[in-house]
């Protein structure tokens, strides 16, 4: 996904030799065009990826294009997964069109064309990923994402994709494998730039959906590449994020089941240890400001981390927890009361209950004094954006980290803002100046 300095350098030497306009022509016509190529940019949203342009290269260079002169169809498929019409293939809407260079960036002129299409979270032939069930558990895969762009009045045909951008998972290295007594995990990882002082560690736990051996799945298939932002950064100083990926499940048993708490899960120890070997390997981590959080399985894994060393994180931060309260004892409570700790969950969820996990958890945290614990308690999960019916519209009620991802969560379960020094905060400003 990385991208060559030589277009940049032919720039710069080209504008040095010749007038501006003969130079775009010059540098563009020597670009990386090829007859029907194209290239799609994918961006992350709260219901997960969706390709959102495709750039297609041109012969000629032009000023200008029109995106009723376009049409889009799409083929999506995966070996040995059988596929709804619907979801299969099937016409995209071009919202609009623009020259461009051949990485989707607005130019004056050029022979690349930037073609802007209609995202919606009800729209399957907008994601390049599919949440496939098979051997009795879900997985979010990467499928077979095909594109067929034509120029109508040309009839000139782009059908062979050249490459795909996805800027946000670009920040990440996606190479990280860990061992510990013969458990393998893959990890993403992303690393402040410039880091002079410690800085902190965030460390997100994907849900039930994401388990493999390729981490971007866990960072693109619900918005954790969302902490490596540069604004969700600036709360921090700057921080270091790591995305840990379990093979299977984070709540599996010795059985190959489910666990909910009643019994041991077979990865904690493994991921505690990969945890400890990262932060090992990166001195300029602030060992007393590691925050550990994550949605559903990951929330599960999480407290269980919190249960387990409540004296190593310095707060969690957990969506729509899995683990049952009923499997939690006095004694933990005790043990972790002093942890801060902010739950987000929606009333709607029926895959995590909220009566059977968060609400009684919390409110013996809150009978057993503990100072520093927050719960925010939606009652949907709504678009935030306000593009799809804003509040109107209702996301699955197990989608609740996507108030911890976009940094909406503000409140308190009696409703009241959360505050620090009479100010009130969001999720990650209150994370932000936790320490251990």
Not at 58 to 64: A, C, N, Q, S
Not at 239 to 267: H, N
Not at 288 to 296: E, F
Not at 338 to 355: C, E
Request: aromatic content about 12%; some cysteine.
């Amino acid at each position: 996904m990385k991208k060559s300095l030589l277009p940049i350098l032919l720039i710069l030497f080209t504008l040095q030799q010749l007038p501006i306009k003969a130079a775009v022509a010059k540098v563009y016509q020597e670009s990386s065009y090829t007859e029907g190529n194209y290239t799609i940019i994918i961006e992350g949203y709260d219901w997960g990826p969706a390709v959102k342009k495709v750039v297609v290269s041109i012969k000629d260079v032009v000023t200008e294009a029109n995106a009723s002169d376009f049409s889009v169809a799409v083929k999506r498929t995966k070996e040995g997964v059988e596929m709804q019409p619907a979801e299969s293939q099937g016409d995209r809407e071009v919202l609009f069109a623009y020259v461009s260079d051949e990485e989707g960036n607005r130019i004056a002129e050029g022979n690349h064309i930037s073609l802007v299409l209609l995202v919606h979270p009800n729209n399957p032939l907008d994601s390049p990923i599919k949440y496939i069930f098979k051997n009795g558990r879900g997985s979010n895969q990467w499928i077979d994402y095909r594109m067929n762009i034509t120029h109508t009045p040309t009839s000139k045909i782009w059908d062979t994709e050249a490459e795909r951008i996805y800027s946000d998972l670009d920040r990440f290295d996606l190479e990280g494998t860990y061992t510990s007594d013969g458990t393998a995990l893959s990890y993403g990882s992303f690393e402040p730039e410039g880091a002079s002082t410690k800085m902190p560690l965030i460390i997100w736990l994907h849900g039930g959906g994401e388990g493999g051996t390729d981490p971007s799945i866990a960072l693109i298939a619900n918005k954790a590449t969302n902490y490596a932002t540069p604004e969700i950064q600036s709360y921090f100083g700057g921080a270091y994020v790591l995305v840990p990926q379990t093979p299977t499940f984070w709540m599996q048993s010795v059985s190959g089941d489910y666990t909910r708490g009643d019994t041991e899960d077979i990865y904690n120890k493994a991921l505690f240890n990969l945890i400890e070997n990262y932060v090992t390997k990166h001195p300029k981590i602030d060992t007393d400001r590691i925050y550990v959080g994550g949605c559903s399985n990951g929330g599960y894994m999480s407290l269980k981390l919190i249960l387990n060393h409540p004296e190593y994180f310095a707060a969690g931060y957990i969506s729509a927890l899995a683990y049952q309260n009923e499997y939690i004892t006095d004694e933990e409570i005790e043990r972790i009361k002093n942890v801060p700790l902010w739950f987000v969950h929606s009333k709607d969820d029926t895959t995590t209950v909220p009566d059977e996990t968060v609400v009684p958890l919390y409110n013996r945290l809150i009978s057993a004094g503990a100072p520093r614990v927050h719960f925010s308690f939606y009652d949907h999960v709504v678009d935030l954006t306000g593009f799809y019916g804003g509040k109107d519209y209702y996301f699955p009620g197990h989608w609740s980290w996507i108030y911890s991802h976009a940094n909406n969560a503000n409140f308190d379960f009696n409703r009241e803002p959360v505050q620090i020094n009479g100010k009130g905060v969001t999720i990650m400003e209150w994370l932000a100046v936790q320490k251990r």
